[in-house]
């Protein structure tokens, strides 16, 4: 099974109204490009 998942893979899995919690330590650790990919896809609705 492979465990790494794509931008678009991870998207499929996130929906309009949940509510998601990333771990890290401001800037460390943080799922910058999943925050980015979800900004974005909002600003395209």
């Known amino acids: 099974m492979n465990k790494i998942k794509s931008i678009e893979e991870i998207m499929e899995f996130i ?3 949940q509510t998601i919690m990333f ?4 800037g460390v ?3 910058e ?3 980015d ?3 974005k ?3 395209e609705i």
């Open 29 to 31: 650790g943080t799922a």
């Open 37 to 39: 990919a979800i900004v």
């Open 23 to 26: 771990g890290g330590f401001l």
């Open 15 to 17: 929906n309009d109204g």
């Open 41 to 43: 896809r909002e600003l």
């Open 33 to 35: 490009s999943i925050v």
